[in-house]
């Protein structure tokens, strides 16, 4: 069974959306395995973020991401990495999908109200950022 990390980023749970994206996974089985709601500090976005370093957005990115509390979720499932991103739709919403989160909700190519992992490497460093084993059910 496959594991991903899930962020709804501040613009989700401030326009109130975290109900909404949950509502998504559920939806087409996939189990919510861990959750928390935080608020990171600069530092701990930058942390989080670290493989986009140098990139133009990086200091807006990791200024948003630290602007407000978001929720973040181990997701379980079969092939679960790749169903997440295809219900979160294409970075830029405009290229997003039909009936992705991102098409339905995001107005903004940074505020794009969801993280996903990409890889399975990249997921088990992203859920390893956030929770520690006797935290996921
Ligand atoms: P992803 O979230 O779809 O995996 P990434 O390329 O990994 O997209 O970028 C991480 C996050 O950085 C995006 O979700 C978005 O918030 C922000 N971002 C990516 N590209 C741009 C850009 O060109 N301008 C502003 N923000 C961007
Ligand atoms: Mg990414």
Redesign the pocket.
């Known amino acids: 069974m496959e594991h991903t990390l899930s962020i709804i980023k501040p613009d989700g749970v401030s326009r109130g959306l975290v109900g909404e994206v949950i509502k998504r996974f559920e939806g087409i089985g996939i189990r919510i395995v861990a959750m928390k709601m935080l608020h990171l500090s600069k530092e701990e976005a930058e942390g989080f ?1 670290g493989v ?1 370093r140098g990139k133009p ?1 990086f200091d ?2 990791t200024n948003f991401m630290s602007s407000g509390p978001i929720v973040v979720m181990v997701l379980e499932g079969e092939d679960v990495i790749r169903r997440n991103r295809e219900l ?1 739709g ?2 830029n919403y405009k290229e997003a999908e039909p009936g992705t989160i991102r098409a339905d909700f995001a107005r903004d ?4 109200i969801v ?2 992992s ?1 890889a399975p490497e990249t997921a088990a460093t992203e859920i390893a950022y956030f929770f520690s084993k006797l935290e996921i059910m």
């Open positions: 973020y986009h957005f807006s990115l979160m294409a970075t190519i940074e505020k794009n993280h996903g990409d």
